[in-house]
């Protein structure tokens, strides 16, 4: 098993910056990848980035691309999400998942960390 815990979230002025965190513990071992995933009010979860656990390799989602960094401290087993140039559409619950090895999804989710952007 792994726990996520996330934390960073919060209130900021659109143009601001927040960075998210997110502590895996427990088999982190067996980790192939970690995503960042958000879930704006009335609305689904949406994929928002991801990297590998071992090589480093990202992944966003479109509308966040140059606006946001996604990355890895492997030796702090914790996974970061840089958010500059914060727009009120990326007001949403942010939350952190982790991929096994081996499995085509993502298995293990943290409890979300809120964040609002106001205009």
């Known amino acids: 098993q792994v726990q996520l815990v996330e934390s960073g979230g919060g209130l900021v002025q659109a143009g601001g910056s927040l960075r998210l965190s997110c502590a895996a513990s427990?088999?982190?071992?067996?980790?192939?990848?970690m995503g960042w995933f958000r879930q704006a009010p009335g609305k689904e979860r949406k994929f928002v980035a991801s990297i590998t656990w071992s090589g480093g390799s990202t992944y966003y989602v479109d509308s966040v691309k140059g606006r946001f960094t996604i990355s890895r401290d492997s030796a702090k087993n914790t996974v970061y999400l840089q958010m500059n140039s914060l727009l009120p559409e990326d007001t949403a619950v942010y939350y952190c998942?982790?991929?096994?090895?081996?499995?085509?999804?993502?298995?293990?989710w943290g409890q979300g960390t809120q964040v609002t952007v106001s205009s």
């Open positions: 427990g088999r982190t071992f067996n980790m192939y990848a």
């Open positions: 998942a982790g991929q096994p090895s081996g499995i085509s999804r993502y298995n293990y």
